[in-house]
């Protein structure tokens, strides 16, 4: 166990719709990236949030946005779903070091029909 | 629980040998590679990283190596465990970045008795 978890699990959503993704970081963790992975590939970058503040995103369009909190536990947003948006999400945290081992949750698998 | 890689590219070995599976990464500004392991129903786990400044780097039972002229990482498992079995990520962290991470394709290894 990492210590990340996220939530929910599993969630079944249709086109159009709006969906919200929770992550709770590792404690003391202050960074925590969004990613998706799409079936029978690697994770894709969405974007990192550090300290409150978006401070880095990957090619993915603005219906996909986030929110940190002061506690570091995150949100992913994503509004008008596509049928392409269906994936498993991943979040990672990491510590305050240039390059500390990021850790990942177990990831909410989002379908969309 | 659902299958990380489908479609991904397999490498089969018997319980006892070793494994060796490579990875071409994209970015020769890339300073920082990791592998990770990620089973069905779960993130990515952390196994091993190594820095651009270094060729080779051991862990308890894996050995990352690092080929900077050919932009090729390869991660040896010795004496492959049936728990070895996953989908096996490289991912590396461009200089510069923000610690976004870029991953491979991705291989599975499947551990046979």
């Known amino acids: 166990e990492t210590g990340v978890t996220q939530s929910p699990t599993h969630l079944i959503k249709t086109r159009g719709q709006q969906v919200t993704l929770r992550c709770s970081s590792q404690s003391g963790h202050n960074t925590v990236s969004w990613y998706q992975q799409a079936l029978g590939q690697g994770p894709q970058f969405i974007f990192q949030?550090?300290?409150?503040?978006?401070?880095g995103r990957g090619n993915f369009p603005p219906r996909f946005s986030g929110l940190q909190f002061p506690n570091y536990s995150s949100e992913l947003n994503v509004n008008a779903l596509e049928l392409d948006d269906s994936a498993l999400y991943l979040c990672a945290s990491k510590g305050g070091g240039a390059k500390d081992e990021q850790f990942f949750g177990p990831g909410t698998r989002l379908t969309v029909l | 629980g659902e299958s990380v890689g489908l479609h991904l590219p397999t490498l089969s070995v018997q319980e006892g040998d070793n494994s060796i599976i490579n990875c071409a990464y994209s970015?020769?500004?890339?300073?920082?590679f990791i592998w990770y392991k990620q089973e069905s129903g779960k993130g990515p786990q952390f196994i091993i990283d190594i820095r651009s400044n270094m060729d080779k780097r051991q862990g308890q039972r894996v050995t990352v190596l690092l080929n900077k002229t050919v932009k090729h990482l390869s991660l040896q498992i010795a004496a492959t465990q049936p728990g070895d079995s996953a989908v096996y990520f490289c991912a590396e962290i461009p200089t510069g970045g923000y610690n976004k991470l870029i991953f491979g394709a991705g291989t599975r290894l499947a551990v046979h008795p």
């Open positions: 949030y550090y300290r409150e503040e978006e401070n």
């Open positions: 970015n020769s500004a890339s300073d920082y």
